[in-house]
């Protein structure tokens, strides 16, 4: 019989305490949903948000179901992470199996076969060919870091460009480059020097109407990218541009095809290389591996993480072996990159979207999506409140008139003759959650953000559409 371990409070070690006023006691209370959710918001700082209240206890499929037995529909998955749905089996299997094989396999001491059978499963959905050297890490914002870091080694150079609007991060590095909202970095300066930013072909960024022409936005934009790189930040000090194809955390705006032209042929001229981020756009989200494919447009470092996975913490970055072998040895590393359990699981992933055939149901139940969102836009009761339906594949987005937006009073998308008050966005998501279907905001604008799961079924996909309907048109009448 194993002793017992006691704690020099002499308590059992184990045995939980709650506390009650200034004093603690026994935690046997924990047991009710109420208790432990009560004990979650006094000990797990505050610097975190949540969207809902309770505690996630199960996840299958399109739905979670929390400890008091709420069971809701999923549409935010872990904010685009579960991109085949909740434990999904084969997945599952996979890290389980290599639990009982070998669960740490440091990257700086020895190579471990699931990172390698990794690359062979990536190597043939990678956007070009000329990708061929992989990193694996353990987020998104670790993958920016090694990103920033390799391109000021490879090119000598300290400068990046970064967009605004952009979400990369909330580590320094990756946070000196996130440019979505003040929050990530409020009260942490002096950040990172050599950042610099230009705007992304979003309309609200130019100050014109959501119908802009995409040709119009990236003219704007590549203008002003050259008249940076006249006055801030010289070519031969500017070592990368970074860019999210798919505008994520900023509103969920695809990027014209022209604009990532136009910034590969600025990189190719100055030898700037481009990081492309798609941690959140990549692995089916938009309804290819990646996002770029659309473009055609070749990345010097691509950027991958959430649906790699399946909700394992990995990340990738993924280069030029021509440029990847200037690096030193010991340079890049990390004590639990590339944790052999998260390779093993997405190499399940890779073999899931072969075999299940999910880009196909991404492809239907976008239309499916899409034909809702544009019907409720259409609507004459609503039209008014709705400025703009986005996104690609199952990574959509639908924006709300306000009259408390950013520059409300200079920006010609806001409403005349008609108040709406800010956090109308919110109060949407809210109202679905309290109907039974988790959804995001995001941006500094009244944005929704639907993420569903790549395999979700039609049938679930009508009631995820049912529940946001009647949750809009509920905040609009209590408007």
Request: aromatic residues 8%; proline residues 6%; charged residues 20%.
């Amino acid at each position: 019989m194993l002793p017992k371990l006691i704690h020099r409070s002499g308590r059992p070690l184990g045995h939980t305490l709650v506390r009650h006023g200034n004093r603690y006691v026994s935690g046997s209370s924990l047991r009710s949903p109420a208790a432990l959710n009560d004990f979650g918001k006094h000990h797990v700082t505050k610097g975190l948000a949540r969207i809902s209240e309770g505690v996630m206890a199960r996840g299958q499929g399109s739905y979670v179901e929390y400890l008091d037995g709420k069971k809701l529909l999923d549409f935010t998955c872990g904010i685009g992470v579960t991109n085949l749905g909740h434990s999904h089996p084969k997945v599952s299997k996979a890290a389980a199996d290599q639990c009982m094989s070998i669960v740490h396999v440091q990257c700086s001491i020895a190579f471990h076969e699931p990172y390698l059978r990794l690359i062979e499963k990536l190597l043939p959905a990678m956007p070009h060919p000329s990708l061929d050297s992989f990193f694996f890490w353990n987020s998104g914002s670790e993958a920016v870091e090694g990103a920033i870091k390799m391109a000021r080694i490879l090119t000598g150079r300290q400068n990046i460009i970064t967009m605004q609007g952009a979400y990369h991060g909330r580590t320094f590095g990756a946070m000196a480059v996130t440019k979505s909202k003040t929050v990530y970095s409020d009260g942490v300066a002096p950040l990172m020097p050599g950042v610099f930013s230009i705007p992304y072909p979003f309309w609200h960024q130019h100050r014109l109407p959501p119908s802009t022409p995409p040709s119009v936005l990236t003219e704007e934009c590549l203008y002003q990218l050259h008249l940076l790189l006249s006055q801030q930040t010289s070519p031969k000090d500017t070592a990368a541009i970074i860019v999210e194809p798919v505008l994520g955390e900023g509103g969920y705006v695809p990027a014209p095809k022209e604009f990532l032209e136009g910034l590969r042929a600025v990189c190719d001229q100055h030898g700037i290389l481009l990081i492309v981020d798609e941690v959140q756009s990549g692995f089916g989200r938009t309804g290819n591996w990646f996002f770029i494919e659309e473009s055609g447009v070749k990345p010097d470092i691509l950027l991958m993480a959430k649906g790699l996975a399946n909700g394992f913490p990995l990340s990738g970055v993924v280069s030029r072996k021509e440029l990847t072998d200037k690096l030193v040895p010991g340079s890049m590393g990390g004590t639990y990159a590339g944790n052999a359990v998260s390779c093993a699981a997405a190499c399940a992933v890779a073999d899931a979207f072969q075999e299940e055939n999910i880009m196909a149901n991404v492809e239907a139940r976008s239309q499916q999506l899409f034909a809702s969102l544009n019907a409720l836009k259409d609507d004459q009761t609503l039209a008014q409140y709705i400025l703009d339906v986005r996104g690609r594949g199952l990574m959509v987005a639908m924006e709300f008139a306000s009259s408390e937006a950013p520059g409300a009073a200079f920006d010609p998308a806001t409403p005349k003759g008609l108040t709406v008050k800010k956090g109308i966005a919110s109060r949407v998501a809210k109202k679905c959650i309290e109907k039974g279907m988790l959804l995001l905001t995001t941006s500094v604008y009244e944005v929704v953000r639907f993420i569903p799961p790549l395999n979700i079924s039609q049938e679930d996909m009508k009631k995820g559409c049912e529940i946001f309907a009647e949750s809009l048109r509920e905040v609009v009448r209590e408007s």
